[in-house]
């Protein structure tokens, strides 16, 4: 009777709590940001010249990402950008979707805007899955130009400010 409900409602809590426990044991904080570094893979598919200058480019980034203090949200975790730019001599825009993991495979879904001159913008979180479901919030970002011989690989520095209703 007593014990065995005791029992019980014990193995439930903890597995609530583990439902919202990060791979190195902690659990997510309700509010806080992350600072993470992700390293890209970036393929663009052979770009359409427009008439007038015009340009528009797709592609697909894929990488892993690496939270900056060693552990914690998004810790050695996979990442994947679906990215278009347009570009012209006055215009450069820059904009997607991403999601960016831990090693749990939980994941925070994000929109994002940018320039393609200062590969720099922002990610607006717009859902997650596991221990970042219901998170919502924002931050920016700032990558590396590639270089003659990285193959369209480089890294992007994100912080996102967040909070977890």
């Known amino acids: 009777g ?3 409900k005791r029992i019980l409602k014990i193995s439930f809590l903890l597995l609530i709590i583990n439902n919202f426990t990060l791979a190195d044991g902690h659990a997510l904080p309700k509010t806080g940001t992350i ?3 992700t390293g890209f893979q970036f393929n663009m598919t052979p770009s359409e010249p427009q008439s007038e200058g015009w340009n528009i480019m797709l592609g697909k980034a894929i990488g892993a990402t690496f939270n900056v203090d060693g552990s914690g949200p998004l810790h050695e975790g996979r990442a994947m ?3 278009t730019l347009v570009v012209s001599e006055q215009i450069n825009t820059f904009n997607g979707n ?5 090693k749990d495979g939980d994941r925070i879904f994000t929109s994002f805007t940018g320039s393609p001159i200062t590969n720099s913008g922002e990610n607006i979180i717009i859902g997650g ?3 970042y479901t219901g998170i919502s919030g924002k931050g920016p970002w700032e990558c590396d130009g590639t270089k003659p011989g990285d193959h369209g690989a480089f890294n992007c520095r994100q ?3 967040y909070k977890i209703n």
């Open 2 to 4: 007593f014990i065995m």
């Open 35 to 37: 600072k993470y570094l």
């Open 81 to 83: 950008c679906g990215a």
């Open 98 to 102: 991403c999601y960016f993991g831990d």
């Open 129 to 131: 899955t596991g221990k």
């Open 159 to 161: 912080t996102l400010t």
